[in-house]
């Protein structure tokens, strides 16, 4: 992911923000339910540098989905940002899909960044029909918002997100800076969406602290992670992360949805294991952590 990416990173304050006090009211007027459930997953599942890591050693391209699911219980589907799945499509990576497993897709630029939400009743219609036929397997989808669409078309965004199917699962990104920098604009954009059921996306990236507002609108997190391959600061910063969702989770957090990139995606395996066993340690949730096979090393012989 490269949205906030930094080359150098040592004069970040990674220091986890405190709650927008809008999470705690919108947690509270929450329906409490008894099971919350957190799902962990990455950003692809097509990556050879896990072959003989998380996937076997055999492992076909074709297999990649199918040992993935084996591995993690959700996925960011970026695919579907460049083009709506077909029904074959859909029905391959259900097929692939193991019990419990959610893809969480993303929302076709053509409708986000193309036409800015306006224009695009047919694609959306398209895009919405497509992936609710992952019926139980579909999970939390995200409309990522172009970096130049800012509160100036709030309007827009309200109009498209009321034309969506009813009890869609949708959470929103934001990108332009002009949505945090005036507390009423974001309060007032943030009431909205609740009033609609509608959730934000949390996005914890080293060039860009305003995208990390700490502000639930449901009682649904989607978080996305971005790790700089294995940094001392990745593990202090999941460390901050993990009391906060315990703290969440006793405010009536009901599903989590928390996807971790880390550069080229090579170690987010390692570092997602360290997620769940960090989290597993303080809540007895028995998230199922990735199963790694140690990397054999060839030393040379001269």
Not at 65 to 79: A, S
Not at 118 to 131: H, P
Not at 243 to 272: Q, S
Request: aromatic share 12%.
């Amino acid at each position: 992911m490269d949205f906030g990416k930094l080359q150098d990173i040592s004069n970040i304050d990674f220091t986890l923000p405190p709650d927008n006090p809008l999470t705690a009211k919108f947690l509270d007027l929450a329906p409490k339910s008894q099971k919350s459930n957190i799902y962990f997953g990455l950003p692809i599942w097509a990556n050879k540098d896990w072959i003989g890591k998380i996937y076997p050693y055999n492992a076909k391209d074709k297999d990649f989905l199918n040992y993935y699911t084996r591995q993690f219980n959700t996925i960011e589907l970026n695919v579907t940002h460049y083009q709506i799945p077909t029904y074959e499509t859909i029905q391959r990576w259900k097929d692939a899909a193991t019990d419990g497993f959610k893809f969480c897709p993303k929302f076709p630029q053509v409708i986000s960044h193309d036409r800015q939400l306006v224009g695009c009743e047919a694609l959306t219609a398209e895009f919405c029909n497509a992936v609710l036929g992952l019926e139980e397997h579909l999970g939390m989808t995200f409309l990522q918002l172009s970096p130049t669409f800012n509160p100036r078309q709030i309007k827009f965004l309200e109009n498209y997100l009321k034309s969506l199917p009813s009890n869609f699962p949708v959470s929103i990104e934001f990108r332009d800076a002009d949505w945090f920098q005036d507390k009423k604009v974001w309060t007032n954009t943030c009431q909205m969406l609740a009033e609609m059921k509608i959730g934000t996306v949390i996005t914890d990236v080293s060039g860009r602290r305003d995208v990390l507002h700490n502000t639930l609108t449901t009682p649904n997190l989607t978080l996305r992670f971005v790790g700089n391959e294995l940094h001392p600061t990745d593990y202090t910063r999941i460390d901050a992360w993990c009391d906060r969702l315990v703290a969440w989770l006793e405010m009536g957090l009901k599903n989590a949805y928390i996807f971790v990139h880390c550069g080229e995606n090579k170690f987010a395996p390692e570092l997602t294991k360290y997620w769940i066993d960090r989290l597993n340690a303080l809540v007895n949730l028995q998230i199922q952590a990735p199963k790694i096979t140690p990397q054999v090393i060839q030393s040379s012989l001269f």
